[in-house]
């Protein structure tokens, strides 16, 4: 299994999420893989790796400028990697998660970003088999924190929201491990 963990945070909220999917990695003492921060042009194959987390904030119910670059250098960078009608390629699989704060409307904020982030993956061929919208608190906003759409969010993530990605990345590396079993049969 050679997993990538990428995600782009300003606040730490996002990467909060990174850094329990890294540690998760090595519960399952898997030791091939790639933990980076998303920079506008830092290149990434994502057929490189057999399972891509794609982590990112909402910002205008897209991810933030930087991550949309990145998405784009490498879109034209590994263009002949990609074929039209992006057949879903054997043994790739993605899952894709957003923090965000849902002032205004909600969950359907981060919604937007998270089809951005599986589109990305699908046209190399990925199947995503999760998208993430993991409620989180906006830095520096307190009204926002108390009055918002989602109610009081002063503390979210919460445990709850921590616990419940905890345990569905697990079930999905179960997952991921018995199915690249089979590959190798
Ligand atoms: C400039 C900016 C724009 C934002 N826009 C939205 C938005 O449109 N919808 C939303 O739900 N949250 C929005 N947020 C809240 C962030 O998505 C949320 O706080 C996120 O968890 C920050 O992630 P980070 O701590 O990893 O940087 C915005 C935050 C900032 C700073």
Redesign the pocket.
């Known amino acids: 299994m050679k997993p990538a963990v990428l995600f ?8 909060k999420f990174a850094n329990i999917i890294s540690d998760l990695l090595l519960e399952f003492k898997i030791e091939d893989f790639l933990v980076a921060e998303i920079r506008e042009d830092f290149t990434f194959n994502p057929l490189d790796y057999d399972i891509v987390f794609l982590g990112s ?5 897209l991810p ?1 400028r930087e991550v949309i670059s990145f998405v784009d250098f490498n879109m034209d960078k590994f263009r002949r990697f990609r074929s039209l009608r992006s057949p879903k390629v054997p043994f790739k699989f993605g899952v894709t998660f ?7 409307t909600g969950v359907k ?2 919604i937007p970003a998270l089809k951005y982030l599986s589109q990305f993956l699908e046209h190399f061929g990925f199947l995503v088999v999760e998208e993430m919208a993991l409620l ?4 520096n906003w307190q009204e926002a924190n108390i009055k918002g759409k989602c109610g009081d969010i002063r503390d979210m993530p919460d445990n709850r929201i921590i616990r419940n990605f905890y345990n569905d990345i697990k079930d999905w590396f179960i997952y991921f491990k018995e199915v690249l079993r089979w590959k190798s049969c």
């Open positions: 782009w945070s300003k606040t730490g909220n996002t990467r904030p909402v910002y205008r119910f933030p957003c923090t965000y704060s849902g002032i205004h904020e981060a989180s608190k906006f830095s």
